[in-house]
């Protein structure tokens, strides 16, 4: 029986140790009971040494039973624990995916996007690298979605976010904003080498695409915007990037670079700003309800 109750606390010291692995759990108590444990197991061995020796009474043998049963009563709890621990892990971790990406396409969603462009903002100040931040709209997207549905619709966004990350690097940060609106984080990238990108993502998009057995051939509008040399943070960046986009739908350009007298075209700024406002809106919601979900699951 002492045996066997050795053998229980020494299996229930593996779950108990991957629990302290998790990072939410390790100051929750489980290493003291990881300690508690070896020590248990020290007593066990001290009472088995014992009864070996000096043979073993009705009282020692009511003890040995005793100890039996709190090994398998400890080795249950730690099992079970492990499992409701890993399952509360991996929900937290769903609501998480589901708060910080688009449903339809998979992509980061603006929430994901604004902390992925702070974070290359960090490493290209401190690298002195540049940044390229691009933000792309579909044209003819609204006719089809009204010709054909949704569904079409939906089919074509997935399509099209594909064939676009399909051209970028590992490093390089492809967002859906909605609609029809996409945006990309180019770390380490020149001027010239955004406008190349630009160039093939363009083509990439002007390939027909079969939606429904039908051919349909779209095209897209890109505006660009370069770290540092027109703005220091993320808001601005977007925000010339999302000037230039419209500088190039207005003049049906495949894509353009932010200049200064963009801004002073007429209703730029009023559209940008209102459309900023409810950017900023909706990133502070998003991030309140994934806060929100992610408590709600733990509790």
Same mark, same amino acid.
């Given at each position: 029986?002492?045996?066997?109750?050795?053998?229980?606390?020494?299996?229930?010291?593996?779950?108990?140790?991957?629990?302290?692995?998790?990072?939410?759990?390790?100051?929750?108590?489980?290493?003291?009971? *990881?300690?508690?444990?070896?020590?248990?197991?020290?007593? *066990?061995?001290?009472?088995?040494?014992?009864?070996?020796?000096?043979?073993?009474?009705?009282?020692?043998?009511?003890?040995?039973?005793?100890?039996?049963?709190?090994?398998?009563?400890?080795?249950?709890?730690?099992?079970?624990?492990?499992?409701?621990?890993?399952?509360?892990?991996?929900?937290?971790?769903?609501?998480?995916?589901?708060?910080?990406?688009?449903?339809?396409?998979?992509? #980061?969603?603006?929430?994901?996007? *604004?902390?992925?462009?702070?974070?290359?903002?960090?490493?290209?100040?401190?690298?002195?690298?540049?940044?390229?931040? +691009?933000?792309?709209d579909l044209n003819e997207f609204k006719e089809v979605n009204d010709t054909l549905g949704h569904q079409a619709g939906d089919t074509l966004l997935l399509q099209a976010s594909q064939r676009l990350k399909s051209l970028l690097r590992e490093s390089?940060?492809?967002?859906?904003?909605? %609609?029809?609106?996409?945006?990309?984080?180019?770390?380490?990238?020149?001027? +010239?080498?955004?406008? +190349?990108?630009?160039?093939?993502?363009?083509?990439?998009?002007?390939? #027909?695409?079969?939606?429904?057995?039908?051919?349909?051939?779209?095209? +897209?509008?890109?505006?660009?915007?370069?770290?540092?040399?027109? %703005?220091?943070?993320?808001?601005?960046?977007?925000?010339?990037?999302?000037?230039?986009? *419209?500088?190039?739908?207005?003049?049906?350009?495949?894509?353009?670079?932010?200049?200064?007298?963009?801004?002073?075209?007429?209703?730029?700024?009023?559209?940008?700003?209102?459309?900023?406002d409810l950017a900023h809106a909706a990133s502070v919601q998003g991030q309140q309800r994934a806060a929100a979900n992610e408590k709600r699951v733990l509790n």
């Open positions: 029986m002492v045996l066997c109750g050795i053998a229980l606390l020494i299996s229930a010291l593996k779950p108990i140790k991957n629990i302290c692995a998790c990072k939410n759990q390790a100051g929750h108590g489980w290493r003291t009971l *990881y300690h508690f444990i070896l020590l248990l197991t020290g007593g *066990y061995l001290l009472f088995g040494y014992h009864l070996i020796k000096g043979g073993a009474t009705f009282n020692e043998l009511v003890a040995a039973a005793a100890l039996l049963g709190s090994g398998c009563f400890i080795f249950l709890a730690s099992r079970l624990s492990l499992k409701s621990i890993c399952d509360l892990n991996d929900a937290v971790q769903v609501e998480r995916y589901r708060a910080l990406h688009d449903p339809l396409t998979s992509l #980061p969603n603006r929430i994901l996007f *604004y902390e992925r462009i702070d974070h290359a903002l960090s490493f290209a100040k401190r690298e002195k690298k540049e940044i390229a931040i +691009m933000i792309i390089d940060t492809l967002a859906r904003f909605g %609609g029809d609106e996409f945006a990309i984080i180019l770390p380490q990238t020149e001027t +010239m080498q955004a406008y +190349m990108l630009a160039e093939r993502l363009t083509n990439a998009i002007l390939e #027909p695409f079969t939606i429904e057995r039908k051919s349909l051939t779209i095209g +897209m509008s890109v505006g660009i915007s370069m770290y540092p040399r027109h %703005g220091s943070d993320s808001n601005t960046l977007i925000k010339h990037a999302d000037i230039a986009m *419209y500088s190039a739908k207005r003049y049906q350009k495949s894509f353009l670079l932010f200049k200064e007298e963009m801004q002073e075209e007429p209703g730029v700024n009023l559209d940008l700003n209102l459309n900023l």
